[in-house]
């Protein structure tokens, strides 16, 4: 009885953290009613799961889920905000649920000049001090949100909290200047009030 029951474990052991890691259902139905997206980088749990936003699920995922994963009824919907459709970015193969226009990199216009953002390297390659470490950005009145919003001035807290890691970096090349990091030729236009 011992040994099937070392057995048993055993094989648990393997077959759990391969069950773990299967496609989910969803995203196969996804793939089945946009077939085009196979290949692209909506075939991944990404497309409903980030940026989160509740419950570790985007604005598209929560949709879908407000609409038992009725994928049609979704589509002219704009989860995320950007202007633009549900579907006409699915069509682009781009993120329905992100305002990014591809996974983790995030352009934030403003009018000194759009700042091209990737989060993925930030996150986790080296020499960026994050570390994987979600809450040295995130998490705190005076740090980023977790959903990313391109209609809100991030300026107060970019300027200390991005400035201060390039400074506390040591880097020669991370940028502490201003036209480092803005683009002055993409600046966001503000139109004045003739009142």
Known sequence: MKNVLKISIFVLGLVVPTLTFATPGILKMFISKYPDTIKSQLA??????????????????????????????VEDDDADGDSLSNID???????????AQKDEVFVFNNRIGAITFNHEKHSLADPYLSKGKCTNCHDQEDKFPRLFNDNVSWQKIAHPLCKGCHKESGKENAPTKCFICHDKTNRKRTVKSTK
Do not use: V, W
Request: with cysteine; glycine share 4%.
């Open 44 to 73: 991944d749990c990404r497309t409903c799961h980030l940026p989160a936003a509740k419950n570790n699920i985007n604005s598209y995922g929560l949709s879908l889920k407000e609409n038992a994963l009725d994928f049609s009824a």
């Open 89 to 99: 970015e699915i069509k682009m193969l781009q993120l329905p649920g992100s305002q």
